[in-house]
């Protein structure tokens, strides 16, 4: 980055799971532009692991978070699609 500090872009695993819980729920407060608020955002984490453990095992699907610091900043789904 500009900065100096360096961005981690990887597929999440179980152990992201809090992580990425945070994350979401602080980007939900951050804009009106998201599907939901971050009052609505009541996933547990070992829910988080389950949705990560099946996007890890699905053939058209990756998922990737980015960390900053030790923090997740980001995160991107991609659905491929068969012809």
Same mark, same amino acid.
């Given at each position: 980055?500009?900065?100096?500090?360096?961005?981690? $872009? /990887? #597929?999440?695993?179980?152990?992201?799971?809090?992580?990425?819980? @945070? $994350?979401?729920? /602080?980007? #939900?407060?951050?804009?009106? $532009? !998201?599907?939901?608020?971050?009052?609505?955002? @009541?996933? &547990? =984490?070992?829910?988080?692991?389950?949705?990560? @453990?099946? =996007?890890? !095992?699905?053939a058209? &699907? !990756?998922?990737?978070?980015?960390?900053?610091?030790?923090? =997740? =900043?980001?995160?991107?789904?991609? /659905? $491929?699609?068969?012809?």
């Amino acid at each position: 980055m500009k900065d100096g500090r360096t961005a981690t $872009f /990887k #597929s999440p695993c179980v152990e992201d799971a809090k992580n990425m819980q @945070n $994350f979401i729920k /602080k980007a #939900s407060g951050e804009t009106d $532009f !998201l599907a939901r608020y971050p009052e609505e955002w @009541n996933i &547990t =984490v070992e829910q988080e692991e389950a949705w990560i @453990n099946r =996007v890890r !095992l699905a053939a058209d &699907t !990756l998922n990737i978070i980015c960390y900053i610091d030790g923090a =997740v =900043v980001g995160n991107c789904e991609i /659905k $491929f699609r068969g012809e």
